[in-house]
């Protein structure tokens, strides 16, 4: 059973455009989330995170939007380059549990010149 | 150290030998995780280590495999008799116990079993 699910496996975007990538889940226990990014050869590193208690956290280019009520989350990079072509991984974790968190299946962004 | 440390960071084995794969987590980091990210799948559980309490190892494939980690920092897992269907990314994560920041993920060992 999926808890996290990304229901796209590839995203292709023209560099200068927004990219959206979403992740939904179904264990309404699930309060904190993650969003890591991973190159080849290298391991996921950390991009940006959301409390449930927040709708949108922003950072730079990176926003972050939660709706609690649909069990969705998404992640927009405005302006798109070619240096985010990488995959993206959402993850989710109950707070109290140690910091265990449970990845979705990953997203491979694509951005074209 | 400044990071996650695993090795080696690739290793081709026969089907049937056994392979030990190392992680050193990053200093005064009390939660260890392995994962593995198969060929175009995203990454599964495998075991967590918390402290000095028993690991989860809900995520272990089969009893092939197996993983400690001694005097609360380093990590080996260890696949033995190694099956085709092992060959995969084999990535290991630290994170302090009660963090907000996530997992900071080594590079991963690239397991491939000919």
Request: include cysteine; proline fraction near 4%.
């Given at each position: 059973d999926?808890?996290?699910?990304?229901?796209?496996?590839?995203?292709?975007?023209?560099?200068?455009?927004?990219?959206?990538?979403?992740?939904d889940y179904t264990n309404s226990m699930f309060?904190?989330?993650?969003?890591?990014?991973?190159?080849?050869?290298?391991?996921?590193?950390?991009?940006?995170?959301?409390?449930?208690?927040?709708?949108?956290?922003?950072?730079?280019?990176f926003t972050v939007f939660l709706n609690k009520s649909a069990k969705h989350l998404s992640l927009h990079i405005v302006p798109s380059q070619p240096?985010?072509?990488?995959?993206?991984f959402c993850a989710a974790s109950v707070n109290n549990a140690g910091n265990m968190l449970t990845f979705g299946g990953g997203t491979r962004l694509m951005v074209k010149p | 150290g400044a990071g996650v440390s695993q090795s080696p960071s690739n290793k081709v084995t026969e089907k049937g030998?056994?392979?030990?794969?190392?992680?050193?987590?990053?200093?005064?980091h009390t939660a260890l995780y392995?994962?593995?990210?198969?060929?175009?799948?995203?990454?599964?559980?495998?075991?967590?280590?918390?402290?000095?309490?028993?690991?989860?190892?809900?995520?272990?494939p089969s009893d092939r495999f197996s993983a400690e980690r001694t005097g609360g920092s380093v990590s080996t897992l260890t696949i033995q008799r190694t099956q085709q269907e092992?060959?995969?990314?084999?990535?290991?994560?630290?994170?302090?116990?009660?963090?907000?920041?996530?997992?900071?993920?080594?590079?991963?060992?690239?397991?491939?079993?000919?």
């Open positions: 999926q808890q996290v699910k990304q229901n796209s496996p590839s995203l292709s975007v023209q560099e200068g455009r927004i990219s959206i990538l979403n992740c309060d904190y989330f993650l969003w890591y990014k991973k190159y080849p050869a290298e391991g996921p590193t950390f991009l940006i995170s959301i409390s449930s208690i927040k709708d949108k956290n922003e950072d730079g280019r240096g985010d072509s990488a995959v993206y | 030998k056994d392979v030990e794969l190392r992680c050193d987590p990053i200093s005064g392995w994962y593995r990210q198969s060929l175009g799948q995203g990454l599964e559980f495998l075991i967590y280590f918390q402290g000095n309490s028993a690991p989860d190892k809900s995520g272990l092992d060959s995969a990314v084999y990535l290991c994560a630290s994170s302090l116990a009660r963090g907000l920041g996530g997992y900071t993920f080594g590079s991963g060992t690239r397991l491939t079993v000919v």
